[in-house]
């Protein structure tokens, strides 16, 4: 194998490097077990490279990538370059290539680490999963695992078999970490303040997820090259089992937290819609560096110059006893000081903790609290229950805001989207160590991926 050390090869070097990755010869099999080595499989999308903007104390320096060459593969490894190049905390990675054809078989027969992180085409996820897991390696997947019901008994298979062979399987929700999330989370829990979760109704549901993404976007510092693939739906997957994983984990994890959800019984889909975003072929070029379409994405081209893209979707559904609705909407460009958006409710019987983020919030999340009746004593009951978080949450407190209360959150706790993902990982290395996920997550990440591939089907219908 030829290592690629970043810090001394050149833009140019990199792409006559790649030329010669398919020849390199086998390496030996990882022998240490206490060890953690990671494998990059086809990184397609650029949350593969996040999961590597930060070291881990348990985690080998080099990092073997099986990747077909091309653009995805460079723009990847320009990013790991950036990371290991950046003058504040720079990384030092060192990146093995292999993109021979038999990229994905020579990773399972070489087996030079022992954890896989996928990220990337979705289409070929669930397969990708499979065999990984077949062949010995832990994974941590970017989210969606699937983008169809087809898949979801190969993820069923899966989940069985990592079990079987004490391998964890584990997808990356960021989510869980967004500070303002993790407060309303906290928040929800306290009978004082929020009282109980409504139940609500279809048209009144209890929990409102909702979620603006943008195609065109920065990432560290600069404008974000996408796939061409990201915008067709059947490699990467409609807005309604992509971006949604995210809003209906926050559902679950939120409303029942630590408590197991068995898809068969817990969850109802009550309604579900799909519709299109349009995006010029301007536009495309932009963010893709390409001048036309592909052939493959000619049958969602209108008028030889207007790409539809199914990436807006909305569930309206009942879990357990809740009636919730998230929706996802991908615009092209988001206006001028602002970016992706999220909008969040839980309705109490005492309270509703609300999460919002537009202009008024300086497009930043801010979470709310908002009494239900007017109490002469809510004051104090919440000033108590923030002195109770601020022990795991220093520095935390609330103040009035009209009828609301805001919650004021030091900027140490706004790390931002990107540090979540190392967060993701040092979760998962921490359940590494332990030998197991939490009783609750597997069955939860079946049921989540029930609920997106379920609504996908039922919008489909319509």
């Excluded at 992509?242 to 559902?251: I, Q």
């Excluded at 983020?357 to 002469?376: D, R």
């Amino acid at each position: 194998m030829i290592h690629l050390n970043f810090k001394s090869v050149a833009a140019l070097g990199l792409c006559i490097f790649l030329v010669c990755l398919s020849s390199c010869k086998k390496t030996e099999p990882v022998e240490n077990n206490k060890a953690v080595h990671i494998l990059t499989l086809d990184p397609g999308h650029f949350h593969a490279a996040l999961v590597q903007k930060s070291m881990y104390d348990n985690v080998d320096s080099t990092v073997h990538v099986y990747a077909p060459a091309g653009p995805d593969l460079q723009l990847h490894l320009g990013r790991i370059n950036g990371f290991n190049t950046r003058a504040e905390s720079p990384t030092h990675w060192n990146e093995v290539v292999y993109t021979g054809n038999d990229f994905f078989e020579k990773m399972l027969e070489e087996k030079t680490g022992n954890v896989v992180v996928i990220s990337g085409n979705n289409l070929k996820k669930a397969e990708y999963i499979s065999k990984s897991l077949d062949a010995g390696f832990h994974v941590l997947a970017d989210k969606p695992m699937i983008i169809d019901a087809k898949d979801f008994e190969t993820l069923i298979t899966s989940f069985d078999n990592a079990g079987k062979n004490k391998l964890l399987l584990y997808d990356i929700m960021t989510e869980r970490y967004e500070i303002t999330t993790m407060l309303q989370r906290e928040f929800s829990m306290s009978t004082e303040v929020f009282g109980t979760l409504e139940e609500g109704t279809p048209d009144n549901p209890s929990v409102t997820k909702e979620s603006v993404h943008h195609f065109f976007k920065y990432v560290s510092g600069s404008i974000l090259t996408r796939p061409p693939w990201f915008m067709d739906v059947s490699q990467q997957g409609e807005g309604i089992v992509d971006v949604t994983t995210h809003l209906v984990d926050l559902v679950q994890w939120e409303c029942f937290p630590d408590q197991i959800i068995d898809y068969q019984n817990d969850i109802q889909i009550n309604n579900a819609v799909r519709t299109a975003t349009a995006m010029t072929l301007s536009e495309f070029k932009a963010i893709t560096k390409l001048d036309e379409f592909p052939d493959y994405m000619k049958k969602y081209v209108e008028d030889d110059s207007v790409l539809k893209i199914y990436s807006n979707g909305e569930i309206n559904y009942k879990l357990k006893n809740v009636h919730a609705k998230v929706s996802v909407i991908w615009n092209y460009k988001a206006p001028e000081g602002a970016g992706d958006t999220h909008y969040s409710i839980m309705r109490g019987t005492k309270a509703n903790l609300i999460i919002k983020q537009g202009a008024e919030q300086q497009y930043k999340p801010t979470l709310y609290i908002q009494p239900i009746t007017s109490s002469a004593d809510f004051e104090t009951l919440l000033n108590t229950e923030v002195s109770k978080l601020q022990s795991s949450y220093p520095g935390i407190g609330v103040m009035k805001s009209g009828d609301l209360w805001e919650v004021t959150i030091p900027e140490k706790y706004k790390e931002g989207h990107e540090a979540h993902f190392g967060r993701v990982t040092e979760k998962f290395l921490e359940y590494l160590e332990k030998g197991n996920l939490p009783q609750w997550e597997v069955p939860n990440m079946l049921s989540k991926y029930y609920t997106t591939t379920k609504a996908l089907e039922l919008a489909r219908q319509k």
